[in-house]
């Protein structure tokens, strides 16, 4: 059954798809009246809903059934990751999503090849977001994740600096056979914690950006004795943190 989502509060009453909503409804779906079809509505509630007025432009739906199962992960997750060359940003935004990541967000760094203009990232985000929620209706997910941007990691570091735990995956650590720090938290308190977790570029962080994170509290963590890529790192971390959190 196709998931979508309202920007409203659940309440019992119609509501009204979005336009773009109601034409993947009737043209790609084919759906008729009285069919059903999962919403997710902002209070985190989900139902499961009949349509009970199906137009190309308009269709109108009533709850009829709460969904009680949750989907979302009881840690939540936001990754921090300078852009990625071509069309490797789009493609971490929709993996991620369909494993749980809560929030996304980019930063620049040293040496990431790959710029965002602070007056282009509205329309980037845009794109972004469109992608992010259809990961989440194909994933029957309850949100959609943020997605942001932070010109310096001063910025970052300050905006997230309330974060429970805060995490820094360095290429370097895969040759370190004593570093078992992931191992350590992955098997500690994650029940409902905030978690970030910083990845570089293609690049990678540079050593000075890289103190400047320690010297904020972040810790070092290694992702296996690979050199995973930089799309490849945070799919590795999330999945591990998902196992550890609900299937462990």
Known sequence: MQQYFIKENYNKQNFILSKDD???ITKVMRKKVGDKVFVAFLNNKRYVCELVKVDI???EIFPIEEV???????????????PLKNDKIEYLIQKATELGVNNIVLFDSERNIAKIKADKFDLKKKRWSKIAKEA??????????????????????????DIDYKLIAYENESANIDNNNLSKFLQGDLYKK???AIFGSEGGLSANEVKVFN??????VG????????????LYFISCLAYFSELN
């Open 57 to 59: 432009e308009t269709v």
């Open 223 to 234: 992702l296996g004795k690979r050199i995973l890529r930089a799309e490849t790192a945070p």
């Open 68 to 82: 009680t199962h949750s989907t979302e992960l009881d840690v939540d997750i936001t990754i921090a990751i300078p």
């Open 22 to 24: 109601s034409y993947h």
């Open 136 to 161: 989440s209706e194909q994933s029957k997910r309850g949100i959609i994740p943020t997605i942001n941007y932070e010109k310096t990691i001063f910025s970052l570091i300050e905006k997230y600096k």
């Open 215 to 220: 010297d904020n509290k972040y810790q070092l």
């Open 194 to 196: 905030t978690v970030i």
